[in-house]
């Protein structure tokens, strides 16, 4: 996943404010040193809390998503945080992010054990998963020259999400399957 999403990734979240949440991040945390951070994407965030005096390790399992990387850390795991590597792993850390909706992506069978591991690597950590209400049917976003739509339906526990994207002269298309976890 996020293969075709990762070239319009930061088009379609330029108003994510990633500056701003690692300063949250520092105000709330003001000891930590070491960072763990779950999905890093393009690197927006890692960047931010860089900037902040952070040492941040990620890791991330699009290879598409780390080619636009932006983040200076050598740190970077192209990994999925269900791999029973994360999960063997002894290493610690003064905080660990999960953000995004990042961990509806681990399937039911391996999120508790994800989240316990999440738990046991520190004891400050912030995590966010997708809340429990209604998916939108349709949503429409324009970035530039970049047309979003994104369909999106939910079965019981699972949430599909179709992606299509179209403008100067391509049209492409991503599929997500998350998971419900609350």
């Known amino acids: 996943m996020f293969n075709t999403e990762a070239k319009f990734y930061d088009q379609f979240h330029q108003d994510k404010n990633y500056r701003k949440e690692a300063r949250m991040l520092r105000k709330a945390f003001p000891k930590a040193k070491t960072v763990f951070e779950i999905g890093c ?11 902040l005096g952070f040492k941040v390790t990620c890791v991330e399992p699009s290879e598409e998503m780390l080619k636009y990387f932006k983040g200076k850390t050598k740190k970077v795991l192209h990994r999925k945080i269900n791999d029973p590597w994360f999960l ?55 970035a530039g020259d970049i047309h979003r739509i994104r369909l999106g339906i939910q079965l019981k526990e699972r949430v599909f999400l179709w992606y299509i994207y179209f403008g100067l002269h391509e049209i492409c298309s991503e599929t997500h399957m998350l998971y419900m976890h609350i």
Do not use: Q
């Open 88 to 142: 063997l792993w002894e290493k610690k850390f003064d905080l660990v992010l999960a953000l995004y909706d990042v961990l509806n992506y681990i399937p039911e069978n391996d999120f508790v054990s994800v989240f316990c591991k999440i738990f046991s690597m520190s004891k400050n950590r912030v995590i966010e998963v997708w809340p429990n209400k209604p998916v939108k049917f349709f949503t429409y976003k324009k």
């Open 41 to 51: 994407g393009t690197g927006n965030l890692t960047k931010e809390l860089e900037k």
